[in-house]
């Protein structure tokens, strides 16, 4: 004798959305609980990355830092990130310059960089932030493609440092490098920051 069939009690449409509600929130729940142990378990730091996703609180204490950061070392040496706001020659736009303490000259590219002679010394004239300056040639160097570059010494101000730096000239090159010239015996390099100096007046 054959059975009859038995059909399974159909589910409805609304039945199956509320099913899948549940689902989500469950999901939800638990992605919110991994995202809460991985923000407890960050550690405070400077990275931008971190700070950035962080927790308010985090990034908070992350600003806090950032302001009590020692700009002086127990010596009186300058304490220098990998970048600095710097005053160069009389302008008034500030620059940011690259610290870079395994370079041994520090560089600035000008434009429309031109030799001449005036009493029978090697000048330069060249505009800078929208200005021409001239200046006598101290030395010559050579740029690694053997270019002969002129060497100047320029005004710069770098939070309360206020010095004639030795720059090459780079003809239509941008910015600014501060080599170990600039930093032997006033200051050290802590490249893990940025902008640790005051900007200068």
Same mark, same amino acid.
């Given at each position: 004798?054959?059975?009859?069939l /038995?059909?399974?009690?159909?589910v409805?449409?609304?039945?199956?959305? /509320?099913? /899948?509600?549940?689902?989500?929130?469950?999901?939800e729940?638990?992605?919110?609980? *991994?995202?809460?142990?991985?923000?407890?378990?960050?550690?405070?730091?400077?990275?931008?990355?971190?700070? =950035?996703? /962080?927790?308010?609180?985090?990034?908070?204490?992350?600003?806090?830092?950032?302001?009590?950061?020692?700009?002086?070392?127990?010596?009186?040496m300058?304490?220098?990130?990998?970048?600095?706001?710097?005053?160069?020659? =009389?302008?008034?736009?500030? *620059?940011?310059? %690259? *610290?870079?303490?395994?370079?041994?000259? =520090?560089r600035?590219?000008?434009?429309?960089?031109?030799?001449?002679e005036?009493?029978?010394?090697?000048?330069?004239?060249?505009?800078?932030?929208?200005?021409?300056y001239? %200046?006598?040639?101290?030395?010559?160097?050579?740029?690694?493609?053997?270019?002969?570059?002129?060497?100047?010494?320029?005004?710069?101000?770098?939070?309360?440092?206020?010095?004639?730096?030795? %720059?090459?000239?780079i003809?239509?090159?941008?910015?600014?490098?501060?080599?170990?010239?600039?930093?032997?015996?006033?200051?050290?390099?802590n490249?893990?920051?940025? %902008?640790?100096?005051?900007?200068?007046?």
């Amino acid at each position: 004798m054959t059975k009859p069939l /038995a059909f399974a009690p159909m589910v409805t449409a609304a039945e199956m959305q /509320a099913a /899948a509600k549940a689902q989500t929130a469950t999901a939800e729940k638990k992605a919110s609980k *991994i995202k809460k142990q991985a923000v407890v378990n960050t550690d405070v730091t400077t990275d931008k990355i971190t700070a =950035s996703t /962080a927790s308010a609180k985090l990034a908070a204490v992350d600003h806090k830092q950032k302001a009590t950061t020692k700009k002086t070392t127990k010596d009186g040496m300058l304490i220098l990130g990998h970048h600095e706001w710097v005053l160069i020659l =009389s302008g008034t736009k500030y *620059i940011s310059a %690259y *610290i870079d303490p395994k370079s041994a000259t =520090s560089r600035i590219g000008v434009k429309d960089l031109v030799e001449f002679e005036r009493d029978g010394d090697n000048w330069v004239k060249f505009h800078f932030q929208a200005k021409e300056y001239k %200046y006598p040639v101290k030395s010559w160097s050579k740029s690694e493609d053997k270019k002969r570059l002129p060497v100047v010494s320029l005004r710069t101000k770098l939070g309360d440092r206020n010095d004639e730096v030795v %720059y090459q000239l780079i003809n239509g090159g941008n910015g600014v490098v501060l080599g170990e010239n600039f930093m032997r015996d006033i200051a050290i390099q802590n490249n893990q920051r940025k %902008y640790i100096q005051p900007r200068a007046k």
